[in-house]
């Protein structure tokens, strides 16, 4: 998205939107309107390494139709979650279903990690607590890590570490069970 109609900051339903970077070619009528969100970083220990970026989180946003092809092409948004901002990304639609089938099973092998984000379907509700049964997370693992669509984990809290104030190694650490976590 590069403008809005007459110039406006933000666009909403029924409002016209200017986009550059379509395919003449494209026969896709219906569009979803995605922003980019925050980075998925592997988060390295050691300090001279870069943190890898795994992926993006995408926003969803909203639905638009084609109106005019060109460059810029314009095209009528239908239906918004939030508003439209110069710079989000229009994802065609599909005809076909996105559904995909899988049976629930356990990895092959051991299978390490950390949760990166729990999907909330709002990303400006920052952190989380607490996690339940079948809600998504975003991991830092994935297929290089041998993780198959369909496998299960199981998510482990690690206890709080505190400092023994009492001891006489001013610097002795002890890691209090899960229940006290």
């Known amino acids: 998205v590069v403008s809005s109609y007459d110039g406006h900051l933000i666009a909403a339903e029924n409002n016209i939107i200017y986009i550059r970077g379509l395919p003449d070619d494209s026969g896709t009528k219906e569009y979803s309107i995605y922003r ?4 998925y970083k592997n988060v390295k220990k050691d300090k001279d390494e870069e943190d890898e970026v795994l992926g993006y989180e995408a926003i969803y946003i909203g639905q638009a139709v084609m109106q005019r092809k060109g460059d810029p092409a314009s095209a009528v948004v239908t239906s918004v979650d939030r508003e439209v901002l110069v ?4 994802v065609p639609n599909t005809d076909g279903d996105l559904s995909i089938e899988f049976l629930p099973g356990p990895t092959k092998t051991k299978v390490e990690g950390s949760i990166l984000s729990v999907l909330t379907g709002i990303s400006q509700l920052g952190g989380v607590a607490q996690i339940g049964q079948y809600q998504v997370v975003v991991l830092n693992r994935g297929e290089r890590e041998g993780l198959e669509v369909g496998h299960t984990v199981s ?6 570490v505190v400092r023994d104030i009492v001891s006489v190694n001013p610097k002795d650490v002890v890691t209090l ?3 006290y976590a």
Do not use: F, I, S, W
């Open 36 to 39: 980019k969100g925050q980075a």
């Open 177 to 179: 069970p899960d229940e």
């Open 87 to 90: 710079g989000d990304r229009l």
């Open 155 to 160: 998510v482990y809290q690690a206890g709080n």
